[in-house]
């Protein structure tokens, strides 16, 4: 019963409601491990702890010795997925999807044993599909079943197109959980259509009917929409110890709960005991006590003490002279007049966002020079040693 609560937690759909439950005593009735599902197209490279909701539950399976079966979808990222932001997403080429699932696989081994996991390419099978064989699968799903998906639904509604190949995606994902015989299929609750589907053609092909078992989907650091690559709201899994830190500290304070929930190690008591700090304490307080964990999880402890004073003397600390600062050489800057306009200098030296962006951190007053704002972003500064550049919250240069 322990053992059924704990894989319950934080679990928000069961399809089946007491499908878990049938699993578990088929699979200790007949003395085999469990077959638990995971399909991800890679469409980005990174993961991030949107992601590791998933995986972590996940672990929870494969801790309890059952099979964990990654289903990397070198043939459906091909396709393009519908994103559900009313229109199909990128198809990626063949080397961008190598490439990809390459780096999600190494980054999988921080949270599950990859040694133990199988991990499948399902244009394995999909590829030796014949064209007749890929009408014959079509034909176990109608057109009012596909336009049950949220997404299609209302771009039909909206009257906009939905090319045919986005149809047949979530069919030829079902058909992944045919070939590798699943027991289990978990994903995010905007996978929830798409994990059914592979329960239908199953029991189209005269098999047991996998169970559905979708988590929440965390939202990201602008606390509105989820955590996506595509938004640019993620805390990556490799990101650096300083800047998870920073990221997590950013999280408005009503998504404390669900990232205490969803993010952290945290054992039951502990998070209760939590819970009772957050009615009495400075809500920081309770970000750096998430964000410490996060860290101590992808990295170490050491890193997430580190990380905190890092944090606390750049941004708490009122002595500027104690932060650091990343130096910049002045060489790589010089000119005839050894002077800069402000935004060529800020785009220099922060060249990971456009020169329009920062030109509106220099307006909005986010950019200092010597600790004082300098609103004019073609005022000229002169490149002096030991001149000191902030740009934005986080980012601090001096010249050398």
Not at 21 to 34: D, G, H, I, T, V
Not at 144 to 159: C, G, I, S, V
Not at 339 to 360: E, F, G, P, V
Request: hydrophobic share 40%.
């Amino acid at each position: 019963m322990e053992t059924i609560q704990k894989l319950k937690e934080n679990a928000a759909i069961f399809l089946p409601e007491n499908g878990l439950e049938e699993k578990l005593n088929l699979a200790e009735k007949e003395k085999r491990k469990l077959i638990i599902k995971l399909g991800f197209d890679p469409t980005a490279p990174d993961l991030h702890l949107g992601h590791a909701v998933v995986l972590k539950k996940l672990k929870q399976f494969q801790n309890l010795g059952h099979q964990i079966v990654i289903v990397v979808g070198s043939f459906t990222a091909q396709i393009g997925d519908p994103t559900g932001k009313n229109k199909s997403r990128k198809p990626l080429n063949a080397e961008e999807v190598k490439h990809n699932a390459e780096t999600y696989i190494s980054q999988l081994s921080k949270i599950i044993d990859v040694e133990k996991a199988q991990i499948v390419f399902n244009s394995e099978w999909l590829d030796a599909l014949s064209f007749s064989e890929v009408i014959q699968i079509m034909s176990n799903v109608t057109v009012a079943q596909l336009m049950h998906r949220n997404d299609f639904n209302k771009r039909f509604t909206e009257n906009t197109p939905i090319a045919m190949h986005e149809l047949v995606y979530p069919i030829l994902q079902g058909f992944d959980s045919v070939k590798i015989n699943a027991d289990i299929e978990m994903g995010g609750t905007d996978q929830l259509f798409n994990c059914t589907m592979g329960r239908q053609l199953q029991e189209n092909f005269k098999m047991p009917a996998q169970i559905v078992m979708c988590m929440p989907l965390l939202k990201g650091l602008d606390g509105k929409e989820k955590m996506s690559k595509s938004l640019h709201n993620t805390i990556g899994l490799i990101d650096e110890p300083n800047e998870m830190f920073g990221k997590t500290m950013s999280i408005p304070d009503e998504l404390i709960l669900e990232f205490l929930e969803l993010t952290t190690d945290f054992s039951f008591k502990e998070k209760q005991e939590i819970k009772k700090r957050l009615e009495l304490e400075n809500p920081m307080n309770i970000k750096k006590l998430i964000a410490k964990n996060i860290i101590t999880q992808y990295h170490d402890q050491n890193s997430a003490e580190k990380a905190e004073a890092f944090f606390v003397n750049q941004f708490q600390s009122k002595n500027q002279e104690a932060k650091s600062f990343v130096s910049v050489m002045i060489s790589s800057l010089e000119n005839e007049s050894n002077q800069i306009a402000l935004i060529d200098l800020c785009s220099l030296i922060k060249n990971d966002i456009t020169k329009s962006a920062n030109r509106r951190l220099i307006e909005s007053g986010a950019v200092q020079i010597n600790h004082e704002k300098i609103l004019n972003p073609y005022e000229l500064i002169p490149l002096l040693k030991e001149t000191k550049v902030k740009i934005g919250k986080r980012n601090f240069y001096e010249l050398v």
